[in-house]
């Protein structure tokens, strides 16, 4: 037997227990957490050696794990609990302890934690099925596939994942910007382009509604951001864009083109973009005011320490005229007690007057007698 042929037979080995691993935690068949599972995907990673070859066994391997992963998704209906139980074997994989590191483009990504090559074969996957063929493909196998592989992608966005905001960008241009020109003979045929696209946008609406609202400004130049025929604005989210789904998500609910099953679910995305719009505002609200009773509880703080400096210049003022008053009684007190203590001085000073008086007199009586 060829190596290559060896190499080829273990792949297979390698999928069919990566299979297993994946259908025992969907069917819970025997019951078992998704850490487990995902300890177990771990335990059939190649072991880390320094050949180049055996880093190329690596990726491999990582790409085999989301390939399996996906093809199931594919034949899982888009709103089965399945697809959430795979979503909790991704969360528990990324959530796993390592510390190995793989290159991918000449950049270097964590395994689990940064979920290297699920971009990739996920992006192949989505590529795979021919979109301009799906509206005349009926309620067929192929757009099964195609809304189970954007639900599955808005799982994961929702979750915060993997960012796959764009292909949700493009579900809802295909459905609701790429009106034909109600000249144009298409016109009368939209309703089964409708029929096809619209439940596969409003997919993406009910589970991630809000971050696509939340993500008004972000513009996708380079990967095909670009409006339909109904918008010439901004390559990417929008508020304004945002809006003309909301419009049009309404006409469809109304108009006689989608089916009545189509009417339904594109009244349930116009609600649940309402919806939406009021979480957020009132987030904005709570937040507003949260901050308005912070710069009041500032504010406050501020007069109270200002009233407390008043008083404490106050006090100190009425202690310094205290203090001064205390002072001039001090001194008043010192000058009586200093007048009383040199009062017996002044008293020789008036006797000695009196002597030179008297000397005087006698003087002028010796006149006399002379």
Same mark, same amino acid.
């Given at each position: ?68 992963? !996906? ?21 528990? !994989? ?61 799982? !994961? ?63 996708? !130049? ?62 904005? +609200? ?8 912070? +710069? ?14 008043? +008083? ?8 310094? +005229? ?49």
């Amino acid at each position: 037997m060829s190596p290559r042929i060896m190499e080829h037979e273990q792949w297979l080995i390698q999928d069919e227990k990566i299979l297993e691993i994946c259908l025992k935690y969907v069917q819970q068949s025997p019951a078992h957490t998704a850490t487990e599972a995902a300890q177990k995907l771990h335990a059939l990673f190649p072991p880390k050696r320094t050949e180049e070859g055996d880093m190329e066994l690596q990726k491999f391997f990582l790409a085999n794990v989301w390939d399996v992963i !996906l093809h199931m998704i594919r034949q899982i209906p888009h709103e089965h609990r399945a697809q959430d139980s795979l979503i909790e074997v991704v969360e528990a !994989l990324r959530n796993l302890p390592t510390d190995i590191i793989v290159e991918i483009e000449s950049a270097e990504a964590k395994v689990w934690q940064d979920v290297p090559f699920l971009g990739q074969v996920l992006g192949i996957e989505y590529q795979k099925i021919d979109q301009q063929t799906l509206p005349d493909a009926g309620e067929d196998a192929a757009r099964q596939e195609w809304h189970s592989i954007n639900a599955f992608a808005a799982r !994961l966005t929702a979750e915060g994942l993997y960012d796959y905001r764009i292909y949700g960008l493009w579900a809802l241009r295909a459905a609701l910007e790429d009106q034909p020109d109600p000249e144009a003979p298409e016109y009368q045929l939209q309703g089964r382009v409708l029929d096809c696209h619209v439940p596969v946008a409003v997919t993406w609406i009910l589970r991630c509604g809000l971050h696509m609202y939340v993500s008004d400004g972000e513009i996708y !130049l380079e990967r095909g951001g670009k409006g339909g025929r109904l918008w010439q604005g901004e390559e990417g989210f929008d508020m304004e864009r945002w809006r003309l789904w909301k419009r049009r998500f309404s006409e469809i609910s109304k108009d006689k083109w989608g089916s009545e099953k189509t009417r339904q679910l594109a009244q349930a995305a116009e609600k649940e973009m309402i919806e939406v719009e009021i979480e957020v505002w009132m987030e904005l +609200e709570s937040r507003s005011e949260s901050e308005s009773g912070s +710069e009041w509880e500032s504010e406050s703080e501020s007069e109270l320490e200002s009233e407390s400096e008043s +008083e404490s210049a106050s006090d100190f003022e009425s202690e310094s +005229e205290e203090n001064e008053s205390e002072e001039k009684e001090d001194e008043s007190e010192k000058e009586v007690e200093s007048e009383v203590e040199n009062g017996p001085e002044n008293e020789p000073k008036k006797v000695e007057d009196k002597s030179e008086d008297d000397t005087d007199d006698e003087t002028s009586k010796s006149g006399l007698q002379a």
